[in-house]
């Protein structure tokens, strides 16, 4: 499926998101401006489905930090709207036009995008205010690794075969993937083997409808978990990686999650 998914299919998703209004109107059509667009939205949206707190600033007003949620993304007319401030913002009178910076956490990772005030509409019911911001040109989000690491499910028939301790091959799961490295579950208890000798020889890495890659990995962290099963986590570098398995890999990585960012869009 992931072999399926194409940029024609990408911008089909996207011209559905945006409905009926003017695509023109609604998103840049160069293509590094248009992906950018997507992103912003995608990583908003992420934040919104999440109900991630973040911290509201007004450089230049108030020293204060407040804290919002994230309600609404509308990559329509332009806009994030955000829910009130808390604690409230007391004497300190907040205006069409002033200047909003918003930080949070996700998943670890920091994430940052910077706005203005649209305008605020007072909830009816409890007359508490809702702020409008200007969708962000960008939003930032600093990942650790050198490499983008992809989140997989375990339904992906993504697969990882190992040597074990005594010398049988063992068939794992893997979790999370990147042009370097990669995380996965294994059945039973490999912590004591790793300790010993974290490097994993005569690896095979199994992506559906792909040849097989062969790699070495180097086991840099791993723990064992008893439930739901018993069960060790192990994330790896990935050495020894042959320059068509490498191209391989990196078009994997780019067709998943290109369609993981259409499955976000879509709920």
Known sequence: MAKRMTEGGLKKLFSGLLGRHKPEAAEPQDPELRASFEQTVIRLQQMVEERSFVDVRFPGRADSVYQSLILKVDPHERYVLIDEL???????FISPGDEVEITSMRRGIPVRFHSWVKSISIDETDGLPAYRLALPDSVEAKQRRTHFRLTLDPDSGVRLRIRGPDGDRLLCTVLNLSQTGLGFS???NLTDAL???????????????QPEIACDLEARSFEFRKQPHRHTVVGARIDNLAPAAAKQLEQYLVLTQRQQRRETVRR
Request: proline share 12%; net charge positive; hydrophobic share 30%.
């Open 195 to 209: 300790r010993q000798g974290p490097l994993l020889r005569n690896c095979v890495l199994t992506i559906p409808g």
């Open 86 to 92: 808390f604690p409230a913002h007391g004497q300190f």
């Open 186 to 188: 294994c059945q039973g």
